[in-house]
């Protein structure tokens, strides 16, 4: 198991931006996949970002062009970058982690590691 710890998320005007970071504990990190997913009240997890062992990155379509998820391995931590936001990216935000060089998944429910999330809320 991983512990995740996440921050940086608050109240910013649309068209703002927001850096999240995710601080994972363990030797690990390195060879996991870390995603980001988010959660809008009366609504399921969704995906918003992963970034493979490897370095490859996945993003949801309505992220793609304003979101940028990067990983920062001697730091144990990843981040996702938010611009351009709107009032519908308004959720909080989960971190989350996959088993060691495994493959990558995009429902969380093929996921077990979690951090509390943080919440983001966008004005208009």
């Known amino acids: 198991q991983v512990q995740l710890v996440e921050s940086g998320g608050g109240l910013v005007q649309a068209g703002g931006s927001l850096r999240l970071s995710c601080a994972a504990s363990?030797?690990?990190?390195?060879?996991?996949?870390m995603g980001w997913f988010r959660q809008a009240p009366g609504k399921e997890r969704e995906f918003v970002a992963i970034?493979?062992?490897?370095?490859?990155?996945y993003y949801e379509d309505s992220v793609k062009g304003r979101f940028t998820i990067s990983r920062d391995n001697a730091k144990n931590t990843v981040y996702l970058h938010l611009n351009s936001l709107k009032p519908e990216d308004t959720a909080v935000y989960y971190c989350?982690?996959?088993?060691?060089?495994?493959?990558?998944?995009?429902?969380?429910?093929?996921?077990?590691?979690w951090g509390q999330g943080t919440q983001v809320t966008v004005s208009s």
């Open positions: 989350t982690a996959g088993a060691p060089y495994d493959r990558n998944y995009f429902r969380a429910s093929d996921y077990n590691n």
């Open positions: 363990g030797r690990t990190f390195s060879s996991r996949t």
């Open positions: 970034i493979s062992w490897s370095g490859n990155t």
